[in-house]
T-cell receptor
Framework: LAKTTQPISMDSYEGQEVNITCSHN???????ITWYQQFPSQGPRFIIQ???TKVTNEVASLFIPADRKSSTLSLPRVSLSDTAVYYC???????????FGTGTRLKVLA | KAGVTQTPRYLIKTRGQQVTLSCSPI?????VSWYQQTPGQGLQFLFE???????NKGNFPGRFSGRQFSNSRSEMNVSTLELGDSALYLC??????????????FGPGTRLTVL
């Protein structure tokens, strides 16, 4: 059963790059990793998804090393509006299907 | 396209009662998943329905149940409510493709308070 852990919180300044890492030591071969952003009083919102190596879209990059025991969400040049909680999600083919990480509260400072 | 809608948005119940929450997915989506979010336990997967069948289930007691209708709308029911069931219940819809390719779209949630 995959267990996912993340740092509880991070602070950053506007314009900086932010990297948030998720550890998933027991990830299975066919499991995907997805990252979500959540603002207060809203449901999570999809950011990016990957399986291995590197994936990039218009808002973020996702790095997954060869052993797949962790993944790193990279947010380039954050702004104040990126202040939110970020969750990794392992889409597991095994028991209990979707396993969310503990969440990282990102605070972007001016 | 309209997003995922959940009703009601807020609910107050007392211990021992039962509650039914409703979720309308994005048009064309056949998968609906339910999650419980609490400050202590975070986001936890309850179950997933695809084409009216429960496809996956999380680690929750049998008091938590759900169903999906032919139009993909879903309901979840919690019987014999306990204080610990107080939480934000989130519904997410997706196309339901296999292999983790489906992006999940979340609704705003139903805030359940058990007194």
């Amino acid at each position: 059963l995959a267990k996912t852990t993340q740092p509880i919180s991070m602070d950053s300044y506007e314009g900086q790059e932010v990297n948030i890492t998720c550890s998933h030591n027991n990830i299975a071969t066919n499991d995907y990793i997805t990252w979500y952003q959540q603002f207060p009083s809203q449901g999570p919102r999809f950011i990016i998804q990957g399986y291995k190596t590197k994936v990039t879209n218009e808002v973020a990059s996702l790095f997954i090393p060869a052993d797949r025991k962790s993944s790193t969400l990279s947010l380039p040049r954050v702004s104040l509006s990126d202040t939110a909680v970020y969750y990794c999600l392992v889409d597991t083919s095994g028991t209990y299907k979707y396993i969310f990480g503990t969440g990282t509260r990102l605070k972007v400072l001016a | 396209k309209a997003g995922v809608t959940q009703t009601p948005r807020y609910l107050i119940k007392t211990r021992g009662q039962q509650v039914t929450l409703s979720c309308s997915p994005i048009s064309g989506h056949r998968s609906v998943s339910w999650y419980q979010q609490t400050p202590g336990q975070g986001l936890q997967f309850l179950f997933e329905y695809f084409s009216e069948t429960q496809r996956n289930k999380g680690n929750f007691p049998g008091r938590f149940s759900g169903r999906q209708f032919s139009n993909s709308r879903s309901e979840m029911n919690v019987s014999t409510l306990e204080l610990g069931d107080s939480a934000l219940y989130l519904c997410a819809s997706s196309e339901g493709l296999a292999g983790g390719l489906s992006e999940q779209f979340f609704g705003p949630g139903t805030r359940l308070t058990v007194l």
